[in-house]
Nanobody, 122 residues
Framework: QVQLVESGGRLVQAGGSLRLSCAAS????????VGWFRQAPGKEREFVGA???????AYADSVKGRFTISRDNAKNTVYLQMNSLKPEDTAVYYC????????????????WGQGTQVTVSS
């Protein structure tokens, strides 16, 4: 019912900024919570942040103060603004949508995008 496509990933230097987009197709997802996750090679998938339908926000400690999530319901798009990027932010970034409210575990989400690669050089 919901298809998600991430975009915006690229190579960026440490200290730089990047904005990722999570666009929905098939139906609107303004009633869904949207989470951002990332996975680096050899590491487990980890929670980055999430936004609820009411625009409540949650962030992992590792990105708090640097990353910001927002949504534009008219465009069916959620954004992840990443500032002060560090090499350890390098990962494939995924967005996910779920109907259970704001959650931090991957299995609590219903729909997933294919991911977009973010590489931060030192």
């Amino acid at each position: 019912q919901v298809q998600l496509v991430e975009s915006g990933g690229r190579l960026v230097q440490a200290g730089g900024s990047l904005r990722l987009s999570c666009a929905a197709s098939g139906r609107t997802f303004s009633d869904y919570a949207v989470g951002w996750f990332r996975q680096a090679p050899g590491k487990e998938r980890e929670f980055v942040g999430a936004i609820s339908p009411s625009n409540f926000l949650a962030y992992a400690d590792s990105v708090k103060g640097r990353f910001t999530i927002s949504r534009d319901n008219a465009k069916n798009t959620v954004y992840l603004q990443m500032n002060s990027l560090k090499p350890e932010d390098t990962a494939v970034y995924y967005c996910a949508a779920g109907s259970r409210g704001l959650r931090i575990r991957g299995y609590e989400y219903d729909y997933w995008g294919q991911g977009t690669q973010v590489t931060v050089s030192s």
